[in-house]
């Protein structure tokens, strides 16, 4: 079976630019989590959705982010316009409800210059 | 409000020798608790889980851990670590059990095995 799937693994990107993150989560998995890693603040949780509505967006750090989910299989995640402090590798899991355990993409690396 | 706590940002050790990574939580109620593991330039991947029932959980690659609710602890340990676990390992707890909420997440420990 497929994992988490997240596109793209890298992104370089000038400041003030527009950046868009790509999620397809597990099929059949109804909760999607959004975290950014950094190594001054670790792993954190941005966002999450469940059946595709957002449930808790505390974590997303200002108004320049942005997530959406349209459908069960796919989310993204929008910082408009990206600055360089936002330079993170963004992670995208996934689980089925009730389980507790998050399956965890490969990551986008993010660097904004 | 739920924490984790991880007590060592960084832990050598040499190959074939015992492991143990501390983690600490706090909590006013129940908790499920993680243990993750990420290797170089991955995402992270489920180690083990105690949810309920015994106290001490057994994982992947040989690793086990031991809920202490009076402690309010839930190390990792191996008894004989290999080259290959080196990697970032992080422990987590459910901020709402059985509600696939939020998990949180300590800062990590760099468990770095040497030959």
């Known amino acids: 079976d497929a994992g988490v799937i997240q596109s793209p693994r890298h992104e370089v990107t000038e400041m003030g630019q527009e950046v868009t993150l790509r999620c397809k989560p597990i099929s059949g998995h109804n909760s999607l989590f959004w975290y950014r890693q950094t190594m001054m603040r670790g792993l954190e949780l941005l966002i999450y959705f469940n059946n595709n509505v957002p449930i808790d967006d505390s974590g997303m750090p200002e108004d320049r982010f942005s997530a959406k989910m349209p459908n069960a299989s796919f989310s993204t995640l929008k910082i408009q316009p990206s600055e360089p402090r936002d330079s993170a590798v963004y992670f995208c899991?996934?689980?089925?409800?009730?389980?507790?355990?998050?399956?965890f993409g490969p990551g986008t690396r993010l660097t904004v210059l | 409000a739920q924490s984790v706590t991880q007590l060592d940002s960084q832990v050598p050790v040499f190959e074939e020798a015992p492991v143990e990574l501390r983690c600490n939580y706090s909590?006013?109620?129940?908790?499920?608790l993680f243990w993750y593991v990420q290797y170089p330039n991955q995402g992270l991947q489920l180690l083990l889980k105690y949810l309920s029932g015994s106290t001490l959980v057994k994982g992947i690659n040989g690793f086990e851990a031991e809920f202490n609710k009076s402690q309010t602890s839930f190390h990792l340990r191996k008894p004989s670590v290999h080259i290959s676990d080196t990697a970032e390992y992080f422990c987590a707890v459910s901020a709402s059990p059985g509600n696939t909420g939020k998990l949180i997440f300590g800062q990590g420990t760099t468990l770095q095995v040497k030959p």
């Open positions: 909590s006013s109620v129940s908790v499920y």
């Open positions: 899991a996934s689980s089925f409800k009730g389980s507790d355990t998050q399956y």
